[in-house]
Every structure is written in structure tokens, then in C-alpha cells.
T-cell receptor, first 112, second 109 residues
């Protein structure tokens, strides 16, 4: 099974709201990733967790806060977002290191 | 840092046609991957191909690492092949997957 699940599929939020995106994998992978993708652009890496520790933070604004409660789960907490944060947020996982990454279906976020 | 360039940016085909997509990379890369992003946004793994040739049904891919390019072949294209095709490679540190800008394929019946 090479499935990564993400919830919710769609999210509309105001600039003062707090919401969370969730990602789950049961492939035993030890690295998990958050990407942001704007329309007609490639995905851009936001965060990498390796063995449940944050290892990469690509200078993402603090209004995005990642959390990795265990090796199967990855959350992205959102607070005080701006309309320009509207995008497709993709979660991925890989065995470790430079292995194949498997992507979830994404959460399409709209910030009003 | 590593750069990944894809061509052509857009491709329009009639159903049944064949096509070749190209990915050039600026430096030695590890673990080149091809993805297909469908119109709903799902990124689907096509190939993990650091070198050599692989085939999966109507799709095949070849990576010539020494010459820093990879090719994705699609034969007998179908409307369901429409979407964006990305190639991606890890940076030298092996910490981040760097994507090309993609090739948008439209197949009409």
C-alpha cells in the first residue's frame, strides 16, 4: 500500500481563523514532508520531518506551524493566514533519505 | 544549487499519438523521479529512475546521468494522460526534492 491520506480535501478560512491540515501514512516511512503549490507552479518544499524531528524549514513564515505527533502522522497548523497563502498543500512521505516520495491528494486551501 | 529544466512547457496531442518529454538537470543528481499531476492535483509516481531505462505499460523513461538528462516517453496517448508531468531530483545534500516547472500535456479525442 503506497497511500498517503490528507484531510480535509478543501478548506476555506478567514484571516483570523486557526485550522489544521492532517496527513497520515502507514507505509512505515520515516520522513514526511509538507509542500505548497500555487496554480501553474511546481510544488515547493516547506518542511521536512525525519524520524519525527523537524530537519528542514525552508524559511516558512511562522503562521505555518508543523507538528509530527508520531511517525505516521503529520499536521500543519495554520493561524492568521493571508490571502496569498491560498494554494494546494501537499503532504509526502519517503522511506528515508533520498528514497521515492509518495504524495497525498492535497488540501486545497482558500484564505478569504 | 541544482536546477531542473523541462521541455516542452506545453504539449497538445491527438489521442493515439506518441510524445517525448525531456528533463535536463544542472549537476549530478540522485534519484530522479517522474510524476504525473492529474487535473485534481494528485501527484502520481511514474518512475524512480536515477539511471537506465524502465517501462510501465505505455510509459517508459530513460535517464542518462552522465549527460544529465532524462526522457519520458508516452506511447498511444489517451485523454486520461492529460495533466502536468514533473521531473524532480534531490539536491546534493539529499534533503529537498527539486521540481522542474513541468510539461502540461493535453490529449484530445
Amino acid at each position: 500500500d503506497t497511500e498517503v491520506t490528507q484531510t480535509p480535501k478543501h478548506l476555506v478560512m478567514g484571516m483570523t481563523n486557526k485550522k489544521s491540515l492532517k496527513c497520515e501514512q502507514h507505509m512505515g516511512h520515516r520522513a514526511m514532508y509538507w509542500y505548497k503549490q500555487k496554480a501553474k507552479k511546481p510544488p515547493e518544499l516547506m518542511f521536512v520531518y525525519s524520524y519525527e524531528k523537524l530537519s528542514i524549514n525552508e524559511s516558512v513564515p511562522s503562521r505555518f506551524s508543523p507538528e509530527c505527533p508520531n511517525s505516521s502522522l503529520l499536521n500543519l497548523h495554520l493561524h492568521a493566514l493571508q490571502p496569498e497563502d491560498s494554494a494546494l498543500y501537499l503532504c509526502a512521505s519517503s522511506q528515508a533519505g533520498t528514497d521515492t516520495q509518495y504524495f497525498g491528494p492535497g488540501t486545497r486551501l482558500t484564505v478569504l | 544549487g541544482i536546477q531542473v529544466e523541462q521541455s516542452p512547457p506545453d504539449l497538445i496531442l491527438q489521442e493515439g499519438a506518441n510524445s517525448t518529454l525531456r528533463c535536463n538537470f544542472s549537476d549530478s543528481v540522485n534519484n530522479l523521479q517522474w510524476f504525473h499531476q492529474n487535473p485534481w492535483g494528485q501527484l502520481i509516481n511514474l518512475f524512480y529512475i536515477p539511471s537506465g531505462t524502465k517501462q510501465n505499460g505505455r510509459l517508459s523513461a530513460t535517464t542518462v546521468a552522465t549527460e544529465r538528462y532524462s526522457l519520458l516517453y508516452i506511447s498511444s496517448s489517451q485523454t486520461t494522460d492529460s495533466g502536468v508531468y514533473f521531473c524532480a531530483a534531490y539536491n546534493q545534500a539529499g534533503t529537498a526534492l527539486i521540481f522542474g516547472k513541468g510539461t502540461t500535456l493535453s490529449v484530445s479525442s
